[in-house]
T-cell receptor, first 112, second 114 residues
Framework: DAGVTQSPTHLIKTRGQQVTLRCSPI?????VSWYQQVLGQGPQFIFQ???????GRGNFPDRFSARQFPNYSSELNVNALLLGDSALYLC???????????FGPGTRLTVT | DAKTTQPNSMESNEEEPVHLPCNHS???????IHWYRQLPSQGPEYVIH???SNVNNRMASLAIAEDRKSSTLILHRATLRDAAVYYC???????????????FGKGTLLTVNP
């Protein structure tokens, strides 16, 4: 089975621009979570969606938003990019009420 | 904030066992202990989880202290491919209680020497 896929792999944006990152979960997984990982740190939780509803939000500004589609894929949007938004953005999928989250390879975002 | 503490780094030799410690002194009775690892340039990977009893799977073993305030991830024979950052995590429940987020700390960087 295919794992979690994310696109694009790498992205370079300029301060003030907007970006959309995409995630396709493992088939049968209805929950998608987004994490931000800056260099040298562990991933930090941004959002979780389950059955197209937001189930949780981390300590991130309103510039960050997400949604989940009927096929359970998800998009993460970041508006008004700042240099500090440069990071690896990870998507993870899971079946709710199970223990493992399966992570994708991430999207490396660089803001210049 | 992460509710676990781990050493910043550890070193091992290839084909020797590795014991990665984790302290979680504020663990509650319903908290499961999870371990994930992150190989270079990859997303985190689930390793193992447990509640009270020791657990084994094809990747590793998890030894949980009787008071559950600490645990140890055991890699029985380290290989070069086990070089990674290992994260010990207590899941945080989200809305509804049936969904969880993972709160990562900095983890332990494991170096495996040939």
């Amino acid at each position: 089975d295919a794992g979690v896929t994310q696109s694009p792999t790498h992205l370079i944006k300029t301060r003030g621009q907007q970006v959309t990152l995409r995630c396709s979960p493992i088939s049968g997984h209805k929950s998608v979570s987004w994490y931000q990982q800056v260099l040298g740190q562990g991933p930090q939780f941004i959002f979780q969606y389950y059955e197209k509803e937001e189930r949780g939000r981390g300590n991130f500004p309103d510039r960050f938003s997400a949604r989940q589609f009927p096929n359970y894929s998800s998009e993460l949007n970041v508006n008004a990019l700042l240099l500090g938004d440069s990071a690896l953005y990870l998507c993870a999928s899971s079946r709710a009420e199970t223990y493992e989250q399966y992570f994708g390879p991430g999207t490396r975002l660089t803001v210049t | 904030d992460a509710k676990t503490t781990q050493p910043n780094s550890m070193e091992s030799n290839e084909e020797e066992p590795v014991h990665l410690p984790c302290n979680h002194s504020t663990i509650s009775g319903t908290d499961y202990i999870h371990w994930y690892r992150q190989l270079p340039s990859q997303g985190p990977e689930y390793v193992i989880h447990g509640l009270t009893s020791n657990v084994n799977n094809r990747m590793a073993s998890l030894a949980i202290a009787e008071d559950r305030k600490s645990s140890t991830l055991i890699l029985h024979r380290a290989t070069l491919r086990d070089a990674a950052v290992y994260y010990c995590i207590l899941r945080d429940p989200l809305f509804g209680g049936s969904n969880y987020k993972l709160t990562f700390g900095k983890g332990t960087l494991l170096t495996v020497n040939p």
